[in-house]
């Protein structure tokens, strides 16, 4: 069964950095390519970026190109997201998502982590 759970959301200033997690159930990065999204209020969902199961098929959306970096842990089962000069329109519920299709894109996200919170205020 393919599960997926976000962890690291917190509070930070302008400028600062954040690192979220996505921990998956076993051999899901062998198999899937692993999306983050986030949703801001009042805002549609959008991709922030995908890694694939080669781990060097990576996409970044250019709002967040530069600043995020997406890798793997796969010793943890985990995907991580680095961000770093985070702005106030980066806040938002961000959520990994392991594609039903693709192994290389994220273009059907399936299987969705809960979600976790990033708020970017001063």
């Known amino acids: 069964q393919v599960q997926l759970v976000e962890d690291g959301g917190d509070l930070v200033q302008p400028g600062g950095s954040l690192t979220l997690s996505c921990r998956t159930s076993i051999n899901v990065l062998d198999y899937y390519a692993i999306g983050w999204f986030r949703q801001a209020p009042g805002k549609e969902r959008e991709e922030v970026a995908c890694?694939?199961?080669?781990?060097?098929?990576?996409y970044y959306a250019d709002y967040v190109k530069g600043r995020f970096t997406v890798s793997k842990d796969k010793s943890k089962n985990t995907v991580i997201l680095e961000m770093n000069n985070l702005k106030p329109d980066d806040t938002g519920v961000y959520y990994c998502?392991?594609?039903?299709?693709?192994?290389?894109?994220?273009?059907?996200?399936?299987?969705w982590g809960p979600g976790t919170q990033v708020t970017v205020s001063s």
């Open positions: 998502a392991a594609d039903r299709i693709g192994t290389e894109s994220c273009w059907d996200p399936a299987n």
């Open positions: 890694i694939g199961v080669s781990d060097g098929s990576q």
